[in-house]
């Protein structure tokens, strides 16, 4: 939830992350609302792929690494990811795990 995320200029010498799991339709407005809140590190996996087999099915996924990539591009926040490794990461994805990005 984004309230979580106020306690983040309480502590501005610690750098605090976040970790989303999401579907597709949300994960935009939580790196948003983190975004928002301060938040400069967030995680997530290629196609959003994984989960927590505690999450009911509205949080089947975690946050796609392209949606924050897209999201960052968005707001102008400066990353150091290599975007144009990507690619490869899709293509070990499926290679590894037998299902596209596109199919997630």
């Known amino acids: 939830r984004s309230s979580d995320l106020r306690i983040i200029p309480q502590f501005p010498d610690i750098r ?3 970790h989303f799991h999401s579907g597709a339709v949300t994960s935009e407005e939580k ?3 983190a975004l928002a809140s301060g938040c400069r590190r967030i995680e997530g996996a290629v196609g959003g792929m994984g989960g927590c087999p505690f999450a009911k099915s509205t949080l089947v996924g975690n946050v796609a690494t392209e949606c924050i990539v897209d999201t960052l591009r968005v707001h102008g926040v400066p990353h150091t990811l290599n975007e144009k490794a990507l690619p490869a990461c899709y293509e070990l994805k499926h290679e590894l ?4 990005v596109k199919e997630l």
């Open 16 to 18: 605090i992350g976040g």
């Open 31 to 33: 790196v948003k609302a």
């Open 97 to 100: 795990f037998g299902v596209a």
